[in-house]
């Protein structure tokens, strides 16, 4: 019988390449990893890792297991969390990854009426952009993944096999110098008023949407600065070293001084949801959370 243990314990191996990285990742001596590894061989009857120099590598068999370690343990955690509820034997736990703008904005909301309305559940956050994100989700590593995807994007994800939790559609807008030519425009500007101008461009996601969009518009972007740091664009922008575009709630999530914001013409809108897998939708924990994050997000200035 394959335990859930000896898959974890797999899957450290897997991705570590050794027993001893393994074990100081699962917090176990080196001995240990390797009596659990024989025991699940033992189990399956054949091998999963073969030596190759320092490392370990995975047979084909290995391999097949792997591949099927992430469902076989996100079902076992569903159900173990679904029985305690049920019979009150413990708090529930979730595990939370989110962008950071996101992270500075609808999780500590929403976290706090969880926590107020659940004491006794557990929430851990860590940060990281779509696709990673999606990728720990579907990889077990994560209970709830907050992602975006821009509305047209060229290969926009699937997520088919995922539960999706719609909770805004963001808008991005420019932001402009105080004292730029544009600043104080009331109406929408059309992107193309920007072509000439110097680019601080964010994130590697973003970068890539605002050079798609700008060359919608006829023109390509002249990107002098890129940083992943919010509060750094705003500073860029707000000293007078170049124009971006950033969504509405990476603007909420710093405070933007010495700059404004412009509204963009064709509006490019990128919808944030909450992930989660179908077995772990049906853990109380999961859906409290999921249903907090919907209930922010309904409430940000813009939403849709």
Do not use: N
């Not at 405070?255 to 990128?270: D, I, K, N, Q, S």
């Not at 992930?275 to 939403?303: I, K, N, S």
């Amino acid at each position: 019988m394959i335990e859930a243990r000896h898959l974890r314990v797999l899957r450290a191996v897997a991705s570590t390449g050794s027993f001893s990285a393994a074990g100081r990742e699962l917090g176990c001596t080196q001995p240990a990893v390797s009596q659990q590894m024989k025991a699940l061989e033992a189990s399956v009857g054949t091998p999963l890792l073969v030596r190759t120099g320092r490392e370990m590598r995975l047979t084909q068999a290995g391999e097949a297991l792997v591949r099927h370690a992430a469902g076989i343990i996100a079902g076992l955690t569903a159900a173990e969390e679904e029985v305690a509820a049920i019979a009150g034997l413990r708090a529930g736990r979730v595990r939370l990854v989110s962008f950071p703008s996101g992270s500075s904005t609808l999780v500590p909301t929403a976290l706090a009426a969880l926590r107020a309305a659940h004491p006794g559940t557990r929430v851990f956050l860590e940060e990281a952009e779509p696709p990673k994100s999606v990728e720990l989700l579907r990889e077990g590593d994560c209970d709830v993944a907050l992602a975006f995807r821009y509305e047209g994007a060229a290969g926009a994800e699937e997520w088919d096999d995922l539960v999706v939790r719609p909770l805004l559609t963001d808008r991005l807008v420019a932001l402009v110098p105080e004292e730029h030519r544009l600043a104080r425009t009331r109406g929408a500007v059309a992107i193309g008023e920007l072509a000439r101008e110097s680019w601080i461009a964010g994130c590697p996601r973003c970068r890539g949407q605002l050079v798609e969009v700008c060359e919608g518009a006829g023109f390509s972007p002249r990107i002098d600065f890129a940083t992943d740091d919010y509060p750094a664009v705003v500073g860029l922008v707000g000293a007078g070293l170049g124009v971006a575009v950033l969504p509405q709630l990476a603007v909420e999530s710093v405070r933007p001084r010495g700059v404004r914001t412009v509204t963009l013409e064709p509006a490019v809108r990128r919808e944030i949801v909450a992930l989660t897998l179908p077995d772990l939708a049906q853990v109380p924990a999961v859906t409290a959370t999921l249903d907090e994050l919907a209930r922010v997000g309904e409430r940000q200035p813009g939403a849709r």
